[in-house]
C-alpha cells in the first residue's frame, strides 16, 4: 500500500504540538487539514488529501493511477468508505457535506478490504486492484492487472487476494492475467488477438534483432508502439531496420499505436483480420 498515514489532532498533542502550532504548520504548507481533526504532510498528493477529506482511503483506478499502474480511463476520485462511514465531506471542502448531488465526480467503494485496520490514507494495491476490476470493462481490468504485476507491486500469488472478494464470476479473468505484458496497449493488443482464436506468443527474442511484443501464428509480429520510446527520428530509423530484417526472415510486422489500440480498437481489429486473411489464402 502507498504508506500515508494521516494524524489526529489528539496525535498531533501527544507529539507536543499545541493549537497554536497546528495552525500555524497549517498556515506555512507543513501541515494539510484535509477534514476535521485529520491532517496530512503538506507534500501529499492531493487525491489522497481529497479521499480522506470525503472521510475514507484513495482506492481503485485514483490510487492505481498514481502508482502508474495503466488505467485506460479515469474520470473520478474513487474512494472507499467502511459500512459505518458518516458525515462524508466535498472532496473540495471539508466544510460542505457530500450531498448525491454534489457526488458528480467521486466514486464511492464499499467492499470489504484486505487493508489492515489504521489511519492510512490509502488502501492496500490488492485492494485497489479488486475495485479496478470492478469499474472497467474486463480486457481495461486485465491490462491495469498485467500492469500491476509487470511493475512488481504484487506478486502472482497475491492475485488470489485481489478476487477474494469480488463476485465469482470475475474469476475468469484470472487465467488471463500475465505479468510479461510491459504496457497497457501490450495487453489489449493480446485480448483482441485471443478473441480472434489467434496463437498469441509475448516478448519474444529474435537472435540480432530483440524482443519484439506479439507474435500471431508464428509469422505476424505486432509491435504495440508509444509516444515514449518511439519519438524522434534515431527510434524510428531503429524500429524501420527491425522491421526490415523481420521481413528478410519471413516476417510481417504491423505497428499500431498505443493511442489506436486504446481508443481505435475496431480499427485496428480490422487490419489484422485483413493481414490474417490474406495470409491464409
Given at each position: 500500500?502507498?504508506?500515508?498515514?494521516?494524524?489526529?489532532?489528539?496525535?498531533?498533542?501527544?507529539?507536543?504540538?499545541?493549537?497554536?502550532?497546528?495552525?500555524?504548520?497549517?498556515?506555512?504548507?507543513?501541515?494539510?487539514?484535509?477534514?476535521?481533526?485529520?491532517?496530512?504532510?503538506?507534500?501529499?498528493?492531493?487525491?489522497?488529501?481529497?479521499?480522506?477529506?470525503?472521510?475514507?482511503?484513495?482506492?481503485?483506478?485514483?490510487?492505481?493511477?498514481?502508482?502508474?499502474?495503466?488505467?485506460?480511463?479515469?474520470?473520478?476520485?474513487?474512494?472507499?468508505?467502511?459500512?459505518?462511514?458518516?458525515?462524508?465531506?466535498?472532496?473540495?471542502?471539508?466544510?460542505?457535506?457530500?450531498?448525491?448531488?454534489?457526488?458528480?465526480?467521486?466514486?464511492?467503494?464499499?467492499?470489504?478490504?484486505?487493508?489492515?485496520?489504521?489511519?492510512?490514507?490509502?488502501?492496500?494495491?490488492?485492494?485497489?486492484?479488486?475495485?479496478?476490476?470492478?469499474?472497467?470493462?474486463?480486457?481495461?481490468?486485465?491490462?491495469?492487472?498485467?500492469?500491476?504485476?509487470?511493475?512488481?507491486?504484487?506478486?502472482?500469488?497475491?492475485?488470489?487476494?485481489?478476487?477474494?472478494?469480488?463476485?465469482?464470476r470475475y474469476g475468469v479473468l484470472l487465467p488471463l492475467v500475465d505479468g510479461r505484458a510491459e504496457s497497457g496497449p501490450e495487453t489489449l493488443?493480446?485480448?483482441?488477438?485471443?478473441?480472434?482464436?489467434?496463437?498469441?506468443?509475448?516478448?519474444?527474442?529474435?537472435?540480432?534483432?530483440?524482443?519484439?511484443?506479439?507474435?500471431?501464428?508464428?509469422?505476424?509480429?505486432?509491435?504495440?508502439?508509444?509516444?515514449?520510446?518511439?519519438?524522434?527520428?534515431?527510434?524510428?530509423?531503429?524500429?524501420?531496420?527491425r522491421d526490415v530484417l523481420l521481413a528478410g526472415r519471413g516476417f510481417t510486422t504491423l505497428r499500431p499505436t498505443a493511442s489506436m489500440i486504446?481508443?481505435?480498437?475496431?480499427?485496428?481489429?480490422?487490419?489484422?483480420?485483413?493481414?490474417?486473411?490474406?495470409?491464409?489464402?
Amino acid at each position: 500500500m502507498v504508506s500515508v498515514e494521516y494524524q489526529h489532532r489528539s496525535d498531533l498533542f501527544q507529539l507536543g504540538m499545541d493549537r497554536a502550532m497546528i495552525d500555524a504548520a497549517v498556515a506555512s504548507g507543513e501541515l494539510i487539514r484535509a477534514r476535521r481533526d485529520h491532517y496530512l504532510c503538506g507534500d501529499t498528493a492531493d487525491a489522497i488529501v481529497r479521499a480522506v477529506r470525503v472521510g475514507g482511503r484513495l482506492t481503485c483506478l485514483s490510487l492505481l493511477s498514481l502508482l502508474t499502474v495503466f488505467v485506460l480511463h479515469n474520470r473520478h476520485l474513487h474512494v472507499h468508505l467502511p459500512r459505518t462511514a458518516s458525515r462524508m465531506r466535498s472532496p473540495h471542502s471539508r466544510r460542505r457535506p457530500l450531498e448525491p448531488a454534489r457526488r458528480r465526480g467521486v466514486r464511492l467503494h464499499w467492499l470489504p478490504l484486505n487493508t489492515p485496520p489504521g489511519k492510512f490514507a490509502c488502501v492496500a494495491i490488492t485492494d485497489a486492484l479488486a475495485h479496478a476490476v470492478l469499474c472497467q470493462a474486463p480486457r481495461a481490468a486485465i491490462a491495469t492487472l498485467d500492469s500491476a504485476l509487470h511493475k512488481g507491486l504484487v506478486e502472482v500469488w497475491q492475485l488470489a487476494d485481489v478476487f477474494r472478494n469480488l463476485p465469482a464470476r470475475y474469476g475468469v479473468l484470472l487465467p488471463l492475467v500475465d505479468g510479461r505484458a510491459e504496457s497497457g496497449p501490450e495487453t489489449l493488443m493480446r485480448l483482441m488477438l485471443r478473441g480472434l482464436g489467434c496463437d498469441v506468443q509475448l516478448q519474444v527474442p529474435f537472435e540480432g534483432i530483440g524482443r519484439v511484443d506479439l507474435l500471431v501464428d508464428g509469422w505476424l509480429v505486432i509491435e504495440c508502439d508509444s509516444e515514449e520510446f518511439h519519438t524522434g527520428w534515431e527510434s524510428q530509423e531503429r524500429d524501420r531496420r527491425r522491421d526490415v530484417l523481420l521481413a528478410g526472415r519471413g516476417f510481417t510486422t504491423l505497428r499500431p499505436t498505443a493511442s489506436m489500440i486504446m481508443f481505435e480498437p475496431a480499427r485496428v481489429l480490422e487490419a489484422v483480420k485483413r493481414l490474417l486473411a490474406g495470409h491464409a489464402r
